[in-house]
């Protein structure tokens, strides 16, 4: 959670902008906390260090697993949403539930049955949201059934319920200690049947595992600059899933033994930066731990996401633990 959030912040000033204008409006490429310019998009003049909706939604989906007693109760977590960005709302921020959350959570509220309402969503809400997921569960089908729960509502398309599984799956097989989690994740889904609505995009898992392997075989070869080229000109980095979260792995991947690079190459690269970056961070936090990044900049995330967010890290960490320890969530 605290990779999560550190990857959060360090995207935020970056996000939907391209990697030219992040190098016109930052002086280059990001290498630490800085605050959002004033051309920022999405989170214009926001302080160096402050998190985004993906921070804040996967303490949402936390705080209902934990008070659910891990058996997500979606109609109770569609209301948590909702309130969560009248919130946001009344805070004026623009930083605000996605387009497949925001269409389905719409839906909801005119009566769509839950099993409907996330039909067409095939953007990454839903796994950047699935750390606690990855943390309260151990690999294994109640896994498997708690990412779909956590996604149904809001992305219930192949694409949607592969990439929050893939996430959840691999923050939970790195806290059991496999190195190789990027891999067990991806093999891990592969093995599920698939559930879901189709859609004509891409699949998210063929598309992690391809820029997986490319890394593996050939992108640990190439610099930095090239390296990024391929991700924007052959991956993409937008919000589709397909995209940001295979971006994702492919970072995670070349990085692997130097997570506070990932995070900073993830927020220099363009498009959904906070995303790929909170996605990299929570995978590799899961593995090295906070202490695999730097000090510094992780002591100011989790400060001010105590002081501003007034979100508990610790205790709800603590909280998912349990629920991971208990013997009916093995």
Same mark, same amino acid.
């Given at each position: 959670m605290a990779g999560l959030a550190l990857g959060d912040a360090l995207g935020m000033p970056t996000q939907s902008m391209s990697a030219a204008d992040i190098r016109r409006y930052y002086g280059g490429s990001i290498t630490?906390?800085?605050?959002?310019?004033?051309?920022? =998009?999405?989170? =214009?003049?926001?302080?160096?260090?402050?998190?985004?909706?993906?921070? @804040?939604?996967?303490?949402?989906l936390a705080q209902r697993l934990i008070e659910d007693g891990g058996h $997500?109760?979606?109609? +109770?977590?569609?209301?948590? $949403?909702?309130?969560?960005?009248?919130? /946001?709302k009344a805070k004026g921020s623009l930083d605000l539930l996605g387009p497949s959350t925001k269409a389905a959570l719409r839906? %909801?509220?005119e009566g769509v049955s839950l099993e409907k309402t996330g039909r067409f969503g095939t953007t990454n809400g839903g796994? /950047?949201?699935?750390?606690p997921v990855g943390i309260a569960f151990r690999p294994g089908e109640a896994l498997a059934d708690a990412a779909w729960r956590s996604c149904v509502v809001t992305h219930n398309t192949v694409q949607g319920i592969e990439s929050t599984t893939l996430v959840a799956s691999a923050v939970s097989f790195a806290i059991e200690g496999e190195r190789d989690f990027l891999h067990r994740a991806v093999n891990f889904v592969q093995a599920l049947p698939q559930r879901g609505n189709w859609s004509p995009k891409a699949s998210v898992l063929a598309r992690v595992r391809h820029f997986m392997d490319w890394v593996e075989q050939d992108g640990r070869k190439v610099g930095d600059d090239e390296f990024a080229l391929? %991700?924007?000109?052959?991956?993409?980095?937008?919000? @589709?899933?397909? @995209?940001s979260v295979a971006a994702a792995f492919a970072i995670a991947t070349r990085f692997f033994d130097d997570p506070t690079r990932a995070l900073c190459f993830a927020a220099s690269i363009g498009g959904d930066t906070d995303t790929i970056a909170a996605i990299t961070g929570?995978? $590799?936090?899961?593995?090295?731990?906070?202490?695999?990044?730097?000090?510094?900049?992780?002591?100011?995330?989790?400060?001010?996401?105590? @002081?501003?967010?007034?979100?508990?890290?610790?205790?709800?960490?603590?909280? %998912?633990?349990? $629920? +991971?320890?208990?013997?009916?969530?093995?």
């Open positions: 630490r906390l800085v605050n959002a310019v004033p051309q920022q =998009p999405i989170a =214009p003049n926001m302080k160096a260090g402050a998190v985004t909706d993906d921070t @804040e939604q996967a303490f949402v $997500l109760d979606n109609a +109770r977590y569609a209301r948590d $949403l909702l309130q969560w960005e009248a919130d /946001m839906k %909801l509220t796994a /950047m949201r699935a750390t391929t %991700l924007q000109r052959d991956c993409g980095t937008s919000v @589709e899933s397909n @995209e929570a995978m $590799l936090g899961a593995w090295h731990g906070v202490q695999g990044f730097d000090a510094a900049m992780l002591d100011q995330v989790l400060s001010q996401l105590a @002081e501003d967010n007034h979100l508990d890290l610790k205790a709800t960490v603590s909280a %998912l633990c349990a $629920l +991971r320890d208990a013997g009916d969530m093995c």
